[in-house]
């Protein structure tokens, strides 16, 4: 089945850098990838998704990029704010359920 | 429109308890998820159901039982609780299609087992 492993486990940036968060995938059948955000005792919540035939996506100041080849795809936040400080998960999913990476605690420092 | 609402919030019980938590859509979606979050582990998926009357297991499904009678309700049964799933439970759900489609989660279920 599918495995999803995500890096690093925890991020500190300072705030106006930017965040890079990585993930890798093993089912070359995956064809879905989306990035949740989940704030402290809430919900995890869609922030940016991106499918197979696209290679990047943005959305202001968030980008995602995916390199099939490599099986790896990435979350770019730019412009850090305090306010970006939370879990981020990455998944992956094609002809089974949504995978789930293990989570990045990011940390942005004001 | 409320969205996912999981009932209850917050429960205790005693090892060898049962209780069922309760998942509820409005959003007339097909699909239906119930996922546990452990620290360091992300989150896993105990079972799921593609559609009224059917369910199936995820990668963790051991002592649970799921049911799906109504398409806006998922119910998760523990008939006989452990220590060891003492967790925080999500529901999810997502529209019809596929299973690559964005899932929606409810605000959770904190579950302590004694």
């Known amino acids: 089945g599918e495995n999803v492993e995500q890096h690093p486990s925890t991020l500190s940036v300072q705030e106006g850098d930017s965040a890079v968060i990585k993930c890798t995938y093993s089912d070359s059948a995956s064809n879905y990838f989306p990035w949740y955000k989940q704030e402290l005792g809430k919900r995890p919540q869609l922030i940016i998704d991106?499918?197979?035939?696209?290679g990047e996506k943005k959305d202001q100041r968030i980008a995602v990029t995916l390199n099939k080849t490599a099986k790896h795809f990435s979350l770019h936040i730019t412009e850090t704010q305090p306010e970006d400080s939370a879990v981020y998960f990455c998944?992956?999913?094609?002809?089974?359920?949504?995978?789930f990476g293990k989570g990045t605690r990011l940390s942005v420092i004001a | 429109n409320a969205g996912v609402t999981q009932t209850p919030k917050f429960r205790v019980l005693k090892t060898g308890q049962s209780m069922t938590l309760l998942c509820a859509q409005d959003m007339n979606h097909e699909y239906m998820y119930w996922y546990r979050q452990d620290p360091g582990m992300g989150l896993r998926l105990i079972h799921y159901?593609?559609?009224?009357?059917?369910?199936a297991k995820g990668e963790v499904p051991d002592g649970y039982n799921v049911s799906r009678l109504k398409k806006q309700n998922f119910l998760l049964g523990l008939e006989s609780a452990a220590p060891s799933q003492t967790s925080v439970y999500f529901c999810?759900?997502?529209?019809?299609?596929?299973?690559?489609?964005?899932?929606?989660f409810g605000d959770g279920t904190r579950l302590s087992i004694l």
């Open positions: 999810a759900s997502s529209p019809t299609g596929s299973l690559n489609q964005p899932q929606h």
């Open positions: 991106i499918r197979s035939n696209v």
């Open positions: 159901s593609v559609g009224e009357g059917t369910t």
């Open positions: 998944a992956a999913s094609g002809n089974t359920p949504l995978v």
